[in-house]
């Protein structure tokens, strides 16, 4: 009975690199979501899918692409891993307009 | 620019005192919810409240929504150390096809024992 669970929790990698953070919901809600928080900027929206093959973009999805083949998984890919993507990125899940159940949290470092 | 900004942006108070803390937000919303997070963990979801209403409850919380003002508060009641964390509002407005949740700063409160 896991909810919501994000892979890896921690990853440092290096500029260039393609990085892919995992996201898995085990409740079958049909809204994913991906934030990013950084210091000052609180949460900022990245991608967010309404259900399986359906995808739209947030506030900053500039560097990132998303795909949702299965309603329990929504993986986030960074193409091309920039310092300014360093950051704590947090996955939820949850109906339209109600309630996000957060995951733990995926601290991506980029040297 | 963000949707939801918190005030103040900390604050320190005693152990049984009273948390007041506001949100205001530029357009027209659906909803506006409050979160918590402890530092180093996810967010918490604390309390939804819809466009529609003015006042919620729930246990030591109360929380308002002016939307003339187009603000929210959240007071927490008699304060405990636990409740030391990270308090942020979230609005949920419609987009073209579909909605946004946009999260504001962030108001960090201390709780002394």
């Known amino acids: 009975d896991a909810g919501i669970t994000q892979s890896p929790r921690y990853k440092i990698t290096e500029t260039g690199r393609q990085v892919t953070l995992m996201c898995h919901q085990t409740w079958s809600h049909s809204y994913m979501f991906w934030y990013r928080q950084d210091l000052g900027h609180g949460l900022r929206l990245i991608y967010y899918s309404a259900a399986a093959d359906i995808t739209d973009k947030g506030e900053v999805p500039d560097g990132y692409v998303v795909s949702r083949s299965k309603t329990e998984n929504f993986p986030l890919t960074l193409e091309s891993a920039t310092r300014s993507q360093t950051s704590v990125y947090f996955c939820a899940t949850g109906a339209r307009e109600d309630t996000q159940y957060f995951g733990p949290g995926t601290r991506l470092t980029v040297l | 620019s963000q949707q939801g900004e918190e005030d103040p942006q900390a604050l320190s108070i005693q152990e049984g005192e009273n948390a007041t803390m506001n949100c205001s937000y530029k357009t027209s919303i659906n909803n506006l919810q409050w979160y918590r997070q402890n530092s180093g963990r996810g967010l918490v979801h604390l309390i939804l409240?819809?466009?529609?209403?003015r006042e919620k409850h729930s246990g030591r919380l109360r929380v308002t929504l002016d939307t003339s003002k187009k603000s929210s508060s959240l007071l927490i009641t008699a304060s405990r150390a636990a409740d030391t964390a990270s308090y942020f509002c979230?609005?949920?407005?419609?987009?073209?096809?579909?909605?946004?949740?946009?999260f504001g700063a962030g108001t960090r409160l201390f709780v002394k024992a």
């Open positions: 409240i819809r466009s529609n209403e």
């Open positions: 979230a609005t949920d407005a419609s987009t073209t096809g579909g909605f946004k949740t946009i």
